[in-house]
């Protein structure tokens, strides 16, 4: 189920993508208090915005920053334990950030999360709660609900709770307003996303090693299931931000799917970028063995979000639509 795109198809390069053009993406820890808060408002812009998709058909949907909610609850199924998983997140991602940029004038790039640089989450720069954080743990006595920081007063509109499934629940578009809830474990990044991790990842020798560490992975004959760093990093936070559909809820989704797309990037720049093309799998729920293999001429769907583009076009950071690296 490996494919390995010609040296010869070459890709269409960004006329304008030069180092003094490529807008970089930083670690959260490392942004100034200013960066922080231009972010945090940001965010906050595009929960004041009215939505595209019509309130009526979604009910879930009353702001902007809840499109892409419902675009990832409407393809959940398609994007997940697949083939399809880190081409259609750096687009979704890509998405966010011009938004961000068109919308709410928001002049920098997204930043991302480097789990392994934080052992003990609640003290971390993105959830101690501070001013210039994401804000902090849920409070157990109180529904989970985050206390403090710069979204305890946040309400998210889907329900959250839903786990790994094959099929969306039916009220998944329902209005359900609840506040952000959070609820904090330590032990996922530190065991299944920290530094040991990270470097096993990268040295995934091909495409399936790579897809098996990153995401969730059924054996075939148990069918029990595996823990990678996707899902490590949603279940760390937890409740909101754990729910298999509607995750982009919690604000720290798009971190934590920076760092997922720059390690992606890392990976398919090694050996002198020959890993750049690789990619297997399908567009179906654990890669069912009757459904098509992606080719790099698979068209994925964004909704109201965007276009719809081939993955050759997500394959590159730096071509086609794209301009932009790690720090």
């Not at 892409?68 to 398609?78: D, P």
């Not at 002198?272 to 992606?294: D, L, V």
């Amino acid at each position: 189920m490996i494919f390995l795109a010609l040296l010869w198809l070459l890709p269409v390069y960004a006329a304008e993508c030069t180092p003094q053009t490529k807008s970089i993406r930083r670690e959260w820890g490392s942004l100034s208090r200013h960066e922080r808060l231009d972010y945090i408002n940001a965010i906050k812009c595009m929960q004041q915005r009215p939505p595209h998709l019509s309130s009526e058909e979604y009910p879930a949907v009353r702001h902007r920053m809840d499109d892409f909610t419902a675009t990832h609850v409407n393809y959940a199924t398609q994007i997940h334990t697949n083939g399809a998983l880190v081409g259609w997140h750096r687009e979704f991602l890509w998405l966010w950030e011009q938004a961000l940029r068109d919308e709410c004038g928001y002049r920098g790039a997204v930043p991302y999360w480097n789990w392994s640089l934080y052992p003990d989450l609640a003290s971390s720069p993105l959830f101690d709660g501070s001013p210039t954080s994401f804000s902090g743990d849920g409070d157990p006595n109180a529904n989970y609900c985050v206390t403090n920081g710069p979204f305890v007063s946040m309400q998210t509109h889907f329900s959250d709770g839903s786990g790994v499934s094959y099929g969306r629940p039916a009220n998944k578009f329902d209005y359900t307003p609840h506040c952000l809830r959070r609820r904090l474990n330590s032990t996922m990044t530190s065991v299944y996303s920290n530094a040991d991790a990270v470097a096993q990842l990268l040295a995934s020798p091909d495409i399936i090693a790579y897809q098996e560490r990153n995401d969730y992975y059924m054996d075939p004959v148990k069918r029990e299931e595996t823990l990678g760093l996707h899902p490590a990093g949603h279940r760390a936070v937890g409740l909101t931000m754990a729910d298999f559909f509607s995750s982009p809820q919690d604000p720290v989704f798009m971190l934590h799917h920076a760092m997922l797309d720059r390690v992606w990037a890392i990976w398919q720049a090694q050996d002198g970028g020959k890993q750049r093309w690789a990619i297997n799998g399908t567009m179906s729920f654990y890669n069912e063995p009757t459904t098509p293999e992606i080719t790099l001429d698979t068209v994925f769907e964004f909704g109201t979000l965007g276009k719809s583009k081939p993955l050759r076009e997500l394959m590159d950071p730096e071509a086609y639509s794209y301009c932009y690296g790690y720090e």
